[in-house]
């Protein structure tokens, strides 16, 4: 059992959330106290409690996030800075943000703001885009410039006491040593090394694992299990640390975290300055909390068992020439041996790795090492590279070492090229032989996961290319900084905006009114409800073909296990045929679509156990066919679904062609991005006397109902329902969710218990619907000024394997025009059957694929043309009163003035000329800047929302129930604040209910963006409703405080509750009003690479008069930086055999993290603007940034154009791929050995 099981659903303590249980999202994070066994002070860390094993913390202190501060007992500094901040939206990965920040004080309380920055490298925030949450944090710091500043009270660190001494803890209860029998296993934690002997010579006959932070199960999942588990903490020869003029020993239980500390401490002594770079080096392996908890000999056992594991600490320590300990205990003997050879040759059954020793090198040895990531942190390599290099009089004194991680199981060292480089005297020549000598001799695994072989072999010369560059010392100023590696100063943010105070509270800059909840853990999500009595636990059994028939469903094997109770299928439902559009069936009957396709449920005693016999359900497939798995592939095999190809034409585009100066044609294709919320899917049915209280996490309860009801045949009142809050949802919660509703209602009403439906994040991933992809070809014709006459585009869009995808080929082609004014258009839509799940909207479906393909072509357009970018885009912006692609006309369109204002406030004219120059100036480094556009079109779609608000008659409290989802946009604080302005009350006089089937029945999907600025108008209309009924009693007593007018207009028998639907009315043709936004975007590539970094966005967007700018701002910063992702790093990756998503973990699917926003980013909302067309003046402002961000892409592909000039005099455009992967930007240039100078 891990801890963080222990404390969810033993101790209750469901502060601590979870996630991945892979140590790769954090909200886990609990902090741990304890005398380690090689200090006399108490050290408190943050750890991931999903991979810590719960005997190995006996004695320990565990801090909670409810336990350092609550509602109750008053809030914690950290909990307090973040809601002030607004770094919590959602609330699901709040937690363990404040726990990482909780160790991280402990650790170092006159902390920098640099130390904080690289302190949150395995937390994951899907909502914020970060900033708010690091502006927070470094408040705590004694050196940023953040207003509010304060460092920590030292008092607040230490607030657990020992419940059992009432002390601080003292750290000696975890010193004991333990033999144990957990569920039939055996469980030692010996105290010295001839104990540990003992141990394993007693179970040599066993499968026996050591371990000692268990961290390698967030990667290697199925090693296990094991009859016999060794705890190493206690060990104490494991910790030493000897430090000698001529080598350093660390033992081998020795921490990463600590590591990281004596390299630092050790770095500036003669002969250990390579320190400096593993450091640094270090600092870029796993995550904070994973080096915390993980050891040196753990990560180097875990490449000795698993070759192929890009190990860094191996990399850097093989190429340094360390050695290794290790114990024998049959011999009870110890023994030194190179690292090479402890990981080639030696058997480690019965040997235990006891210390790792670096030796001191000579004084002209060159140290460097390199990792190379899909994103800045947390991620494993696509190579890692370790080069030591004597050398003096620009010559190789003797034989280098070069070791190379990630490019086969067998590849260490990299051997022709050493022997090549030994004793060579550096020249461009040989500089060049040495790139294409290393090139030829890699031969990298090729792997689905992995990057190609082509671009590691490539990466990998790059990077000793890169050294060597260093090492001549090149006198040629243009490639240089070809040597150096990007260099990431600490981020900052600014922010300017407009408060109305004449409609205070409504229009204020307030944090959201529940993040102090969301903060301390006391926010309940359907997961932390606590367990009814006789519940169930149940999961999927998926399908794991893409394309079958189905001969027979068989769960015997599940249905053996004890504890797991009964397996449901389609043909225990009373009705099959499902409401849910993308998903024609609940469980698949006869044939399969693709591989994650639900084929039955299995409930059982624990969710460990459902999980488990899910698996063991066994299907005979008929026949197995390939599925289909790319757009390509489905137009070759004749799988367009024909009905739903889509055409507009626009002008005379026939005509057009004729009269353009020049035209550019060219293709742009988009991956499929999973949304990536930090509550996976979870839903509660709970048999009541009269039906089922559905508690959902769902955008659409309505949906929910509907389907909950519809699957055992009975009537939608049969079905109560709740949405308590929802752990992000960006569209995700909008459809799939009634699968989940569905089938646990189908589970509670066939076994008469609660049943508990809670999606681990592989089933998640693989089961549930994406972003689709997209495949277009344009053409576009334009005058020699650059004003773009006519359009042409032919898309194909992955809509999976039912027709209802194709909504998207419709939805996206209403925004190709984006911000720019074509006369001419004929577009192509095409809806592609794939065996996928039917794709579903992720946040602003349409805008993010138009905004690629629609920016992509005015780059074109400005490259063939030799201008800016800027320039062309500008001379095409939409004028006030144009008619734009959809048939609306464009009342008060502000793109042109956020424009103007942007570029001036940007300084984007100077900062084109400063990158220019600097472009001139460096080959290996180049800068791209770029201005994109976003008009998002909004529609109040749907019936309405409802809202019903009831005043306390006896204190005047305000209670609101409404129909709208929160789910981090901030839309119970927009209510409370609409409600507090129309009565004048004080906002923390307001509670804002979930949302309720009983209360709010009817719902239209909280999605779109539209749902906070209904439910809040909706709210209005009810207070309104109230205020007229009070007003009587208020004229009669003018003077009476608001209490006493609520206790008379109760006396007077007023009804104190009042409901009001805010109805819908559609715009025409559908559209009712345009958010306008516009960004800056400029980053910097290194070309040898393909490794950038943003260096400043700038963001100027009309929201008309902010209902909050706050929370509006928030919104502009998560959209963005999920569009960085969306753009950058994610896709999904299929087997092409099976149809199965290969990286359905955070492993191997990777989306931004703290050090992948930009570096300076400053937003500004457009004043004095109101919108005549929205509710109360305001815009919505959910999803229109996210398609902004595509300018990190077209920014990057500028810099890379600058280089491919630079190198071929090539003046090409490069065709757009997204996400524009590190892999994709370096592969675009094309490098080989010709072109690097020295
Ligand atoms: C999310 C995540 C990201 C990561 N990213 C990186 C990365 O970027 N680069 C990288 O290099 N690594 C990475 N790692 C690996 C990480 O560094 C290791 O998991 C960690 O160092 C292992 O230490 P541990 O003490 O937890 O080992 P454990 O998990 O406790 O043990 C690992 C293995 O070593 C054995 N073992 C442990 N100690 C000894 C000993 N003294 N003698 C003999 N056998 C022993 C165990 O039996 C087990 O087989 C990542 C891990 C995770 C979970
Ligand atoms: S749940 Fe532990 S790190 Fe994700
Ligand atoms: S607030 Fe961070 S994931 Fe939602």
Redesign the pocket.
């Given at each position: 059992m891990s801890l963080?099981e222990y404390l969810r659903e033993k101790a209750g303590l469901k502060g601590t959330k979870?996630?991945?249980?892979?140590?790769?999202?954090?909200?886990?994070a609990v902090t741990v106290s304890h005398l380690p066994t090689d200090s006399n002070t108490v050290k408190t860390y943050s750890v991931?409690?999903?991979?810590t094993p719960l005997y190995a913390v006996d004695g320990w202190q565990i801090s909670t996030v409810e336990g350092i501060g609550s509602q109750r007992d008053g809030f914690h500094p950290i909990q307090e800075r973040i809601a002030k901040f607004n770094g919590t939206q959602c609330g699901y990965c709040t937690p363990g943000m404040v726990m990482n920040m909780y160790g991280l004080l402990h650790q170092k309380p006159n902390i920098t703001a640099q130390e904080v920055e690289d302190n949150f490298d395995g937390n994951i925030c899907r909502c914020t885009g970060y900033r708010p949450i690091l502006d927070a944090m470094k408040s705590f710091s004694e050196d940023a410039n953040i207003p509010g500043r304060k460092a920590i009270d030292i008092e607040d660190l230490n607030k657990n006491l020992c419940p059992k001494t009432g002390e601080t803890c003292s750290g000696n209860c975890g010193s004991r040593s333990l033999d144990l029998e957990i569920s039939g296993a055996r469980w030692y934690r010996p105290l010295t090394l001839a104990d540990l002997g003992k141990v394993m010579k007693a179970n040599k006959d066993k499968k026996t694992r050591l371990f000692f932070g268990n961290t390698s199960t967030g990667i290697y999942k199925n090693d296990g299990p094991f009859d016999v588990y060794v705890d190493l903490h206690r060990v104490k020869e494991l910790f030493s640390f000897q430090a000698t003029d001529t080598n350093v020993r660390l033992g081998a239980a020795t921490t990463l975290t600590q590591f990281l500390e004596k390299l630092r401490g050790h770095q500036e002594k003669p002969g250990f300055k390579c320190f400096s770079q593993v450091h640094k080096h270090l600092k870029v392996v796993a995550n904070v909390m994973v080096r915390n908890a993980g050891s040196i000999g753990g990560n180097l056992m875990i490449k000795h068992n698993h070759k192929d594991f890009p190990s860094d600490i191996f990399t850097t320590l093989e190429a340094a020439g360390a050695q290794v300990e290790i114990f024998d205990t049959a011999s009870s003997a110890k023994k030194t041996v190179p690292l090479l050879e402890f990981m080639t040759s030696v058997n480690m059954s019965g040997k235990v790795l006891t210390a790792v020793i670096l030796p001191r090198l000579a004084d002209n040895v060159v140290y460097r090492t390199f990792k190379i990531t899909p994103r800045w942190q947390n991620a494993h390599a696509y190579v890692n590279a370790a080069f030591k290099i004597p050398f003096a009089d620009m010559t190789v004194k003797g034989q280098p070492s070069i070791v190379l991680g990630g490019i086969s199981a067998d590849t260490i060292h990299a051997k022709k090229t050493e022997t090549f480089l030994a004793n060579k005297k550096l020249s461009a020549a040989v500089v060049k032989e040495a790139y294409s000598t290393l090139r030829d001799e890699l031969v990298p695994t090729e792997s689905p996961l992995e990057s190609s072989a082509k671009y590691r072999k490539e990466l990998a010369s790059g990077l000793l290319y890169k050294v060597l560059l260093g090492l001549c010392g090149t006198k040629n100023p243009k490639v240089r900084t070809g040597a150096e590696d990007l260099h990431r100063p600490v981020s900052s943010g600014l922010q300017t905006y407009q408060e109305m105070a004449r409609e205070f509270p409504l229009k204020h800059a307030l944090p959201k009114v529940t993040s102090t909840l969301q903060a301390s853990g006391e926010a309940v999500f359907v997961n932390d409800m606590p367990k009814f009595q006789q519940e169930l636990f149940a999961a999927f059994a998926i399908a794991d073909v893409g394309s079958a028939i189905i001969g027979s469903i068989d769960p015997s094997e599940a249905l053996k296990i004890p504890g797991v109770t009964h397996f449901l299928s389609a043909k225990d439902t009373l009705c099959n045929d499902f409401p849910q559009p993308m998903n024609p069936e609940l469980f698949a009957t006869k044939e399969v679509f693709y591989a994650g396709q639900p084929l039955g449920l299995v409930l059982a005693e624990t969710q460990p156990l459902a999980i488990e016999a899910a698996k063991k359900v066994k299907v005979n497939y008929s026949k197995v066919m390939t599925p289909i798995l790319t757009v390509e592939d489905s137009l070759a095999r004749g799988k367009e679904f024909e009905s739903k190809r889509k055409t507009t034409v626009i002008g005379n585009p026939d005509d057009a062609w004729k009269s353009v100066d020049h035209t550019v044609e060219g293709t742009v294709s988009m991956g499929s991005q999973y949304h990536f919320y930090m509550e996976t899917q979870v839903t509660l049915a709970v048999p009541s006397e009269d039906g089922i209280d559905l508690y959902a996490s769902t955008q659409n309860s309505d949906l929910c109902q509907f389907a909950a009801s519809r699957v055992i045949d009975k009537p939608m009142h049969f079905i109560n329902i709740t949405v308590p809050r929802v752990g992000g949802g960006f569209g995700g919660k909008s459809l799939d969710t009634s699968t989940l509703a569905a089938a646990a209602s189908l589970g509670a009403y066939k076994t008469k218990r609660p049943v508990r439906l809670s999606l681990d994040l592989s089933s998640n991933m693989r089961m549930l619907g994406k972003r689709p992809p997209y495949k277009a070809t344009y053409k576009a014709g334009f005058t020699k000024e650059g004003d773009v006459q006519v359009i042409e585009v032919d898309y194909m869009v992955d809509v999976g394997f039912t027709e209802d995808g194709s909504f998207f080929t419709t939805y996206s082609m209403g925004y190709l025009d984006m911000c720019y004014h074509v006369p001419n258009w004929k577009i192509v839509g095409k809806s592609m059957m794939t065996n996928k799940r039917t794709m579903v909207a992720v946040r602003a479906p349409g805008s993010v694929p138009a905004a690629l393909i629609s920016e992509s072509i005015f780059e074109h357009v400005a490259q063939a043309l030799g201008k800016h970018s800027t320039v062309v885009k500008e001379l095409n912006l939409y004028s006030e009163k144009q008619t734009d692609l959809t048939g609306h006309v464009l009342n008060n369109c502000t793109v042109r003035e956020l424009w103007r204002r942007l570029k001036d406030v940007a300084e984007v004219d100077a900062r084109i000329r400063q990158i220019n120059a600097f472009n001139q100036e460096n080959q290996w480094k180049k800068r791209g800047i770029t201005m994109t556009t976003c008009k998002y079109g909004m529609c109040y779609f749907g019936a309405g929302h409802g809202a019903t608000v009831t005043i306390f008659a006896r204190d005047g409290s305000v209670q609101i129930s409404q129909g709208g989802v929160e789910m981090g946009q901030g839309l119970y604080t927009k209510v409370a604040q609409g409600v507090a302005h129309i009565l004048g009350v004080p906002l923390d006089n307001i509670k804002v209910r979930p949302n309720q089937g009983v209360i709010s029945p009817n719902s239209v999907v909280s999605g779109g963006s539209v749902a906070s600025e209904s439910s809040m108008q909706a709210a209005i209309g009810a207070a309104e409703i109230l205020r007229e009924r009070m007003k009587p009693i208020k004229e009669k007593f003018p003077d009476a405080d608001w209490k006493t007018l609520c206790e008379k207009s109760n006396a007077s028998k007023i009804d104190l509750t009042a409901r009001f639907l805010n109805e819908h009315r559609m715009g025409s043709p559908y559209i009712n009003y345009h958010t306008y936004c516009v960004a800056v975007t400029e980053t910097e590539v290194d070309v040898l690479t393909g490794e950038s970094q943003i260096r400043r966005v700038d963001i100027m967007a009309d929201y008309g008069e902010s209902l909050n700018p706050m929370i509006d701002i928030g919104q502009t910063e998560g959209g963005f930086v999920m569009g960085l992702g969306n753009f950058a790093s994610e896709d999904t990756i299929f087997d092409s055999k099976t149809g199965q998503i290969l990286n359905d973990g955070t492993w191997n699917y990777k989306p931004p993290t703290t050090k992948d926003i930009p570096i300076d980013w400053r937003i500004h909302l457009l004043p004095d603007t109101p919108n005549p067309s929205g509710i109360r003046s305001s815009k919505a402002t959910g999803e229109p940034s996210i398609a902004l961000s595509v300018g990190g892409l077209l920014a990057n592909k500028q810099a890379l154009q600058s280089a491919r000039k630079d190198l071929f005099g090539k003046e090409d455009f490069i065709p757009v791929v997204a996400p524009f992967t590190v892999e994709r930007a370096q592969q675009s240039v094309g490098l080989n050995e010709s072109l690097l100078a020295v």
């Open positions: 963080n979870v996630m991945c249980r892979e140590a790769g999202c954090g909200c886990c991931q409690s999903c991979l």
